[in-house]
């Protein structure tokens, strides 16, 4: 060994010394403080680099066979790509999204469980106490797209157009049935800003979720629906369920034909859909940032765009910020539409 190998040797063994006795001065200090030096190594930017170790529970609080459901798949499987790990799908549907939201809001803020979101997100609290608050509970990761609903109808009614129905229901108030996602769902509020606006009176039934609440339409049990573009699509190729018309302000690129509600005598009615990822309030930035970066990754293949359009969803690849920003606008949104319709929890 060469006397500057030897030098350099000795300088190393002194440095780790000195690093020994820092570290160890740094857990008595930790201890007298009551620092779990855990937690601390936890918080650390490195502690997220290794994420995910293991697979990612994704919730989804509403039924298999909805729009929820077939959204979260189709990113899913390919955020599994991303993440190198496997996304579990966990369904816990009822109360219009609430027991499952519950479920996440309470669950650890460690990134391995996250929740699919959609439009009745910011509508549950805005009518009803719920065991989680719907901003604070929850980090915005992702929004994945937006949409706008359908108004069907089952082919045995009389109405073919939305002035025939306006017509058919003034004549039988409250006879003519709708099926909804839940009571506060995103089709609650749709069906009952449709009634509003349109001046007739119909009569809501409840279901827990789009898969239930479709099979009710298509079956005949209830005579209407409303749906988000990837519910409707099928069953109205399909000759099932009839369009009567769309929420949106312009008329949908994949049902050309079908005239907006405004058109057909809603005047005024405007609902937009969206579907993204949030997770448990303090999830470390570095994941959601992860989680984001990746997401924006999917919605930027130009395949992934063409896909979900054809399924009526825009894609929209926000940062955290802009989509908590449409979060809290939504919350205003629908408070004042549930005090314009008078939306109550049953």
């Not at 719907?134 to 073919?160: D, E, M, Q």
């Not at 005239?259 to 809603?266: D, S, V």
Request: hydrophobic letters at 45%; glycine letters at 12%; a positive charge.
């Amino acid at each position: 060994m060469t006397i500057g190998e030897f030098s350099v040797g000795m300088q190393l063994q002194h440095l780790r010394c000195l690093i020994g006795v820092r570290s160890a001065a740094c857990a008595m200090m930790m201890c007298v403080l009551g620092i779990d030096a855990r937690a601390v190594q936890a918080a650390s930017p490195g502690a997220t680099q290794a994420y995910p170790a293991k697979p990612v529970r994704m919730v989804i609080a509403f039924p298999p066979g909805g729009s929820n459901d077939l959204i979260a798949r189709f990113i899913g499987m390919r955020l599994a790509g991303k993440l190198g790990q496997q996304i579990v799908y966990d369904y816990r549907g009822g109360a219009a999204g609430v027991i499952g939201t519950d479920i996440a809001a309470h669950a650890p803020a460690d990134g391995y469980t996250v929740l699919f979101a959609s439009t009745s997100h910011t509508m549950n609290e805005v009518i009803r106490k719920v065991p989680y608050d719907t901003l604070g509970s929850f980090a915005p990761v992702s929004l994945f797209g937006r949409g706008t609903n359908v108004l069907l109808a089952h082919p045995s009614l009389a109405a073919k157009t939305l002035p025939e129905l306006i017509a058919l229901a003034k004549a039988k108030p409250g006879h003519i049935k709708y099926a909804s996602t839940g009571v506060a769902g995103m089709h609650h509020f749709g069906g009952e800003m449709l009634k509003r606006l349109a001046g007739i009176d119909l009569a809501h039934v409840a279901y827990k979720g789009g898969g239930p609440a479709t099979l009710a339409a298509v079956s005949g049990e209830v005579e209407l629906m409303l749906a988000t573009m990837p519910l409707a699509l099928p069953n109205v190729r399909s000759g099932k369920l009839r369009a009567l018309g769309v929420g949106s302000v312009k008329r949908s690129p994949l049902l050309p034909e079908v005239p907006t509600l405004t058109e057909g005598g809603a005047r005024g009615y405007d609902f937009v859909v969206w579907w993204g990822l949030v997770a448990p309030a303090r999830t470390p930035g570095a994941i959601v940032s992860r989680l984001n970066r990746d997401i924006n990754g999917i919605l930027a293949d130009a395949e992934v765009v063409k896909q979900l359009a054809a399924q009526g969803a825009e894609t929209t690849p926000w940062t955290p910020a802009q989509f908590g920003a449409m979060l809290a606008e939504n919350m205003n949104l629908w408070k004042k539409v549930a005090r314009e319709a008078n939306i109550r929890a049953e």
